[in-house]
């Protein structure tokens, strides 16, 4: 069984100048496996993001279905998907969302915060230090995001999607902002740490190298997969 799958998913939204609907996603069919690495490409404004946030239930499609484990995603409300998404899905973006008040740790430890009780909690601060260790920010524990480099803060941003230990590690052009060199570290990181947890990685890039590490290649070209 397929980790995610989207059967026939089409998108459209609508031009805010003429009120027409503008189809993004025309019968998308793809299929994820648990622990695989994939990349999406496509030229700027083709529906990657789109098709991200689809799969990572913050968007639905109008028609077609999302599986998730097997189990479609279909009339699920808001909690059902919010606790999917926490609990199975990590996130990345191109820029890092990290809070500016609050340090390295704090930021990583955010999405564990629902855990009140003792033993859950300190294993979290456990594996927050793991991963920091693993990203080379151990000593970088109680900085603030802005006396950070570009590059260590999606490191950070890395750690924190990962603190859950999510099925599915989503990543929309994570390397966007970051030189050509930086960029590569961050890719590299991302496939050692999914090759190490096992989690899928589905990375959207415009950059053909950096897509080309990825064990599978999807080019999204009007609306379809190619
Ligand atoms: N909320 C929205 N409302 C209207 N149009 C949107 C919205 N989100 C995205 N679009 C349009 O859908 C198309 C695909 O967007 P997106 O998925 O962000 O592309 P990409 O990530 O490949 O650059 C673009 O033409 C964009 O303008
Ligand atoms: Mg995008």
């Not at 390295?104 to 991963?131: C, F, Y």
């Amino acid at each position: 069984m397929p980790l995610i799958e989207l059967k026939n998913v089409s998108k459209s939204y609508t031009d805010p100048g003429s009120g027409s609907s503008v189809p993004v996603l025309r019968g998308i069919n793809l299929r994820i496996e648990a622990g695989e690495s994939v990349a999406i490409i496509g030229p700027s404004g083709c529906g990657k993001s789109t098709l991200l946030n689809i799969l990572g239930t913050l968007d639905e499609p109008d028609e077609g279905e999302v599986l998730f484990e097997g189990d479609t995603l279909r009339g699920s409300d808001g909690q059902r998907l919010s606790a999917l998404r926490s609990e199975k899905i990590g996130f990345i973006f191109q820029l890092h969302h990290l809070m500016p008040q609050c340090t390295v740790l704090e930021n990583v430890l955010l999405p564990t915060l629902a855990l009140r009780e003792k033993p859950e909690a300190i294993e979290a601060r456990n594996r927050a230090e793991e991963l920091l260790e693993a990203v080379g920010l151990k000593d970088r524990a109680s900085w603030k995001p802005a006396q950070l480099s570009g590059g260590e803060r999606q490191r950070v941003a890395v750690v924190r999607a990962l603190m859950n230990k999510p099925r599915l590690l989503l990543a929309d052009e994570p390397t966007g902002a970051l030189d050509e060199k930086n960029a590569d570290g961050l890719t590299l990181l991302l496939l050692d740490l999914q090759k190490k947890t096992g989690t899928s990685l589905v990375l959207v890039t415009h950059h053909p190298a950096q897509a080309a590490k990825m064990s599978r290649v999807l080019k999204i070209h009007e609306g379809q997969i190619e």
